[in-house]
């Protein structure tokens, strides 16, 4: 009786996980859905096509413009602004794990204030300041403002204070010096919450809207995020070929997603946030 | 005996510094230098271009407090952190309290539930705002479905930022629910298994012993979910433009407005000097409270 | 020892600087002409490079570009296609100008017309038209004056204008038991038609409400004036305004002939059936017509007591980098766009007006227009054309918004539209006076 009772009790909760699910799957649904029809169906009301698919949206997406390019430009945002804050976070979070100085909870008080503060409260003068470093429409103008970033460094320190304090200070002993301390012990047993801050630091600076938006001009430098909008001018809009674009751009994320899926929710567990 | 003490100590004064300098060099660039900068700025009229900035003291302030839209974005922001918290919170945890108790399957939901938190948030946008439209839009028939006649959500002055904060709500949970797993992973089973011997009832060891033991978890969220939503700009930018009639725009919004559309850079830095005042406020109330409240 | 370690770690930061920089370079090694201006244009034998910056994108604008470049070797045009319309344009300019970076020529939109003459100095252009002698008689006149600043110099040429039309639904006035061959004339008219046509599943009337141009038309059309005539206060508060801003409003609230849509909307509800009459840009004509699956017909924009007034819409093609050489390159790549040809090319993809009388009689064109008369309406009004205004002073953008702001507050029952647009007037006339 007990047995058929929790069969049931799990049965109903999938059902409504399931529900759930699907009902969050919408928008992806949609969107796919919505790339494949012609212009005359966009607005047709349904959410899945069943009518034939419309497969030229997608060749327009990746003939008319360059979706490669823009595609290679985020990638290539995304791949060396996160080795940057990865590295740099690195260097800080050992700073502020391992050693004891003066000004130090201050400076990482600092630095979970950085984190706090809307990136628009500093826009104008920063903008100013990538125009004087002659910076402005290049990729160079959109990745290093953010090099230092201070969800990189807390997470680190997060994760090398929670590593034991004798081991470094043995290595120290056996006459390990500061790099070989870094290399040896925080970061060879900070395996997963580096992969952890690489994908989710990958996916935030891959996905970047505004930033961008302001520094960059020219279409051939724009990542995805900003160029897909490419079909639209003041009185029309491509909804086909926009949904067909917007589609490709989720492709990179997911198949990230997929293949680090453990590292994001390991990463978490590890963070420093245990109950 | 004494130099190598001295050695040391100098050592470690050096050694963070030297680690720290690319962090704190690049800080100084291009966070306290524009931060002060912004400061001075909003006591100054300047459209960007002219070479002059002239000095006005309080003016841009004295504007701001007396201009409409600022109150409204100011009201709208509040507003929008309240629709968007407590649901996405209550959604992250009672996900995961149910995918928790699960016997098989976990996985799969946690990719679903996490996917809208991963998807370029530009392309969310742009797909919301063709599910939103009036009569032909998913959302509306949907509604449709249950004998709901849905607003015309994007155009209409009542619906405009609940259509936004849908959005933020879709996006987020996933991530909320995450944290919370992660934390329900690290309770203790055997004080979870001493409480149902002891007969509580689940509502009771879900009030008196989970919910206790995620309460970190709860206040990180809670300070995260307030900078995040803060922060909403690229969903009000492309869905909304912050209209009609600002019934939509927020500070963030209308500060990007102010700058890059009417060139009034100087009443721009004072709303940043305002978003900024007001964070701080929020955060450290936030820690004063938790440290009461909070359980470790 | 100190000063070692900090010279160390500036040299690594520097790398790595480096490193990224180098990266995009790579990556675009076509990037940012703008960067280099002054070696480009000195070397002679090299071709001059410009940057052209348009809203329109698109494979029209890229053939037309490459058509050009293909055609001589002097000069090198580069197109940007930049999003958000003219607005997004006016945005990147303004950042462009603090970063003393402009683009050399532009499509720029005809409400920042003064903008362009006073904040970014655009090139006049009566010393190129005397060098090469070019005939400006053949363009029509009240276009031309689009592109002139209050001195009364030419500084833009007028490049893809248009003008608000009205679009009807023809099986709907059938169903409705209205004749399609008499669409309204008045906007009394259109108010009682709209009624009629208002039925189960779709509304009678659209007209956008995020849209300055079109109050514009509306209140001008029932005899207002954006200014009063001294020229030191808004005309927003008139009895013409309110007048016009009620008529609207009654279709939505009174009537309940007319949804709240925005501009992208109201093409998408039109073509889709959702609205029996539009009264909008004939730009819109290039989204509406592939999508529309009934008989859609136009109409000039009606009047209210005789008259009829209809602002321009669209851009003028701008010269503003300062350098001679590039401004010759510039004129060179402008003549080439709005020669007959090329003119009626865009026009037939877009529904955006031709700009002179010789694009207009070329037998192509009017066979186009015979073909498809739904392209006719705008130039039934050609004479009835004003500039789309500009504000003095430099809150004319947020004045704009202040418009839209309030009348969307009427629209919405939030004010009265006697309320809304004294309150425009009282915020639009603090602005000019400061």
């Keep these: 009786m007990e047995r058929l009772w929790k069969l049931t009790e799990e049965t109903g909760k999938h059902v409504l996980l399931i529900g759930l699910g699907l009902l969050t799957m919408i928008p992806i649904i949609w969107m796919i859905s919505i790339s494949l029809r012609s212009e005359q169906y966009v607005f047709s009301g349904h959410l899945v096509w069943t009518g034939p698919l419309h497969w030229e949206n997608y060749v327009k997406a990746l003939t008319e413009v360059p979706f490669f390019r823009w595609l290679g430009n985020s990638l290539r945002i995304g791949v060396i602004q996160t080795l940057g804050q990865v590295f740099i976070g690195v260097c800080a979070a050992f700073a502020f794990a391992y050693y004891r100085f003066p000004g130090r909870d201050i400076l990482f008080l600092f630095v979970l204030m950085t984190m706090m503060i809307p990136m628009q409260v500093t826009l104008v003068p920063t903008y100013l300041i990538v125009n004087q470093l002659d910076a402005l429409n290049t990729l160079t103008g959109v990745i290093v403002p953010h090099l230092a970033s201070g969800f990189a460094i807390f997470l680190l320190r997060q994760s090398f204070i929670s590593i034991p304090r004798e081991l470094a200070e043995a290595a120290a002993i056996d006459g390990a010096g500061a790099f070989r301390l870094l290399w040896t012990v925080y970061i060879r047993m900070s395996g997963t919450i580096l992969w952890t801050l690489g994908v989710i630091a990958f996916l935030s600076n891959f996905n970047e809207f505004n930033w961008p938006l302001l520094v960059l001009t020219d279409p051939e430098l724009m990542p995805l995020p900003l160029a897909f909008q490419y079909f639209r001018t003041e009185t029309q809009m491509d909804w086909g070929a926009t949904m067909a674009i917007a589609t490709l751009s989720m492709v990179p994320v997911l198949i990230l997603y997929l293949v680090a899926q453990r590292y994001i929710v390991d990463g978490f567990a590890q963070s420093g946030l245990k109950g | 005996m004494k130099k190598p003490i001295l050695g040391y100590r100098r050592k470690m004064l050096l050694l963070p510094l030297f680690f720290l300098i690319p962090a704190l060099l690049l800080y100084a660039v291009f966070f306290v230098y524009p931060f002060l900068f912004t400061f001075l700025l909003s006591f100054q009229q300047w459209d960007m271009i002219s070479p002059e900035r002239t000095f006005v003291g309080l003016e841009n302030y004295a504007v701001l407090l007396d201009d409409e839209v600022f109150w409204k974005s100011m009201r709208n922001t509040l507003l929008y952190l309240l629709m968007t918290m407590p649901i996405s919170i209550a959604l992250g945890l009672g996900l995961a309290l149910l995918m928790e108790s699960l016997m098989r399957g976990r996985v799969v939901y946690r990719f679903l539930f996490y996917l809208p938190v991963v998807s370029p948030i530009a392309v969310i946008a742009i797909v919301w705002s063709l599910m939103y439209d009036d009569q032909r839009g998913i959302v509306n028939s949907l509604l449709m479905l249950f004998g709901i006649d849905g607003p015309n959500w994007l155009s209409d002055t009542s619906s405009s930022l609940w259509a936004v904060a849908i959005v933020g709500i879709w996006k987020g949970f996933g991530y909320e629910m995450l944290l919370y797993v992660s934390g329900l992973k690290s309770i203790d089973k055997g004080l979870y298994e001493a409480a149902s011997i002891d007969g509580a009832g689940r509502w009771r060891r879900l009030v008196h012993i989970i919910l206790p033991l995620l309460s970190p978890i709860t206040l990180f969220i809670v300070i995260m979910g307030i900078i995040s939503s803060f922060q909403n700009f690229a969903l009000i930018k492309i869905m909304t433009g912050g209209g009609p009639n600002n019934s939509s725009n927020v500070l963030v919004y209308q500060l990007y407005q102010e700058a890059f559309q009417f060139f009034s850079i100087g009443k721009a830095a004072a709303i940043s000097v305002i978003l900024f005042a007001i964070i701080l406020l929020i955060t450290t109330v936030q820690l004063r409270l938790s440290r009461s409240t909070v359980h470790y | ?434």
């Design chain 3, 1 to 434: 020892m100190k000063k070692t370690w900090m010279g160390l770690f500036l040299g690594l930061l520097a790398i790595s600087l480096a490193a990224c920089g180098s990266g995009s370079n790579n990556a675009a090694p076509t990037a940012s002409p703008t960067a280099s201006d002054n070696t480009s244009s000195a070397q002679s034998s090299e071709p001059v490079e410009i940057e052209f910056w348009n809203i329109w994108g698109g494979e029209l604008i890229d053939s037309l570009v490459n058509e050009y470049n293909s055609s001589q070797d002097k000069v090198k045009v580069k197109a940007v296609y930049v999003q958000n319309s003219y607005e997004g344009i006016v945005e990147k300019l303004q950042v462009q100008a603090a970063a003393k970076k402009l683009p050399d020529i532009v499509s720029n939109g005809l409400l920042y017309t003064s903008f362009a003459n006073d904040v970014m100095k655009a090139v006049p252009l009566e010393p190129f038209i005397e060098q090469d002698g070019y005939d400006m008689s053949d363009f029509f006149p009240t276009m031309l004056e689009l592109g002139k600043n209050d001195q009364g110099q030419l500084i833009g040429l007028p490049y893809g204008i248009s003008t608000p039309i009205l679009y009807y639904n023809v099986d709907h006035f059938k169903a409705a038991g209205l004749d399609p061959e008499n669409p309204p004339q008045t906007w009394e008219e259109f108010a009682s038609v709209a009624k009629q046509l208002t039925s189960d599943g779709h509304y009678g009337a659209s007209v956008p409400i995020d849209f300055g141009w079109l109050y514009q038309a509306l209140m001008e059309t029932y005899g207002g004036s954006m200014m009063s005539e001294d020229g030191k206060t808004v005309g927003l508060d008139s009895e013409a305004s309110v007048k016009a801003v009620q008529a609207v409003t009654d279709l939505v609230i009174k009537d309940k002939s007319m949804p709240l849509l925005q501009l992208q909307q109201t093409f998408e509800a039109m073509a889709k059936g959702d609205v029996s009459m539009l009264a909008n840009t004939t730009a819109g004509l290039g989204q509406i017509l592939p999508t529309a699956q009934f008989d859609l017909r136009t109409a000039p924009f009606p009047t209210f007591e005789g008259k009829r007034v209809v602002p321009a819409g669209g851009a003028n093609l701008m010269i503003f980098t300062q350098d001679p050489a590039k401004q010759e390159a510039a004129w060179d790549f402008m003549k080439f766009m709005i020669d007959p040809q090329r003119t009626v090319q865009i026009s037939k993809s877009t529904g955006y007006m031709v700009s002179r009388q010789s694009a207009l009689d070329d037998p192509e064109m009017q066979k186009f227009l015979e073909e498809n008369p739904v392209y006719k309406a705008t130039y039934e009004q050609i004479d009835e054309m004003v500039p789309w205004f500009n504000f003095p002073g430099s809150g004319g953008t947020r004045i704009q918004k202040i418009i839209t702001d309030q009348v969307q507050a009427a629209l919405q029952g939030q004010k009265t539209p006697e309320e809304a647009m004294k309150e425009a007037a009282k915020q639009a006339n603090a602005l000019i006076k400061s």
